[in-house]
Nanobody, 124 residues
Framework: QVQLVESGGGLVQAGGSLRLSCVAS????????MGWFRHDPGKERDIVATILWSDSTTFYADSVKDRFSISRDNAKNTVYLEMASLKPEDTAVYYC?????????????????WGQGTQVTVSS
């Protein structure tokens, strides 16, 4: 099984930026849709952004459109999430996710592999 390792979380002031990285080890993730979800205690795990491996088609939740950007580096087997204009409501644990091969990742039920999560805290 592919191991997904996130990094880049931390504490930032509102309006600031962070870059999350997700490195897939042991096996390639080429061909699989990848994405980022986030979970705030007391709420459901919500989709943030996804990217297809075939043509880099992206999807964003309405709450992060125009602020976040997902990308991938095939050679490094890595997926990134650039977060800008961060708001306190973006505070959550962010999880990297691998979706089922050949699907368009749109919800947590399609995830076959999760990273361990990285905390993002945005102070007001």
């Amino acid at each position: 099984q592919v191991q997904l390792v996130e990094s880049g979380g931390g504490l930032v002031q509102a309006g600031g930026s962070l870059r999350l990285s997700c490195v897939a080890s042991s096996r390639t993730i080429a061909g699989y849709p990848m994405g980022w979800f986030r979970h705030d205690p007391g709420k459901e795990r919500d989709i943030v952004a996804t990217i297809l491996w075939s043509d880099s088609t992206t999807f964003y939740a309405d709450s992060v459109k125009d602020r976040f950007s997902i990308s991938r580096d095939n050679a490094k087997n890595t997926v990134y999430l650039e977060m800008a204009s961060l708001k306190p409501e973006d505070t959550a644990v962010y999880y990297c996710a691998q979706g089922r091969y050949g699907t368009v990742l749109r919800n947590s039920g399609q995830v076959i592999n999760w990273g361990q999560g990285t905390q993002v805290t945005v102070s007001s």
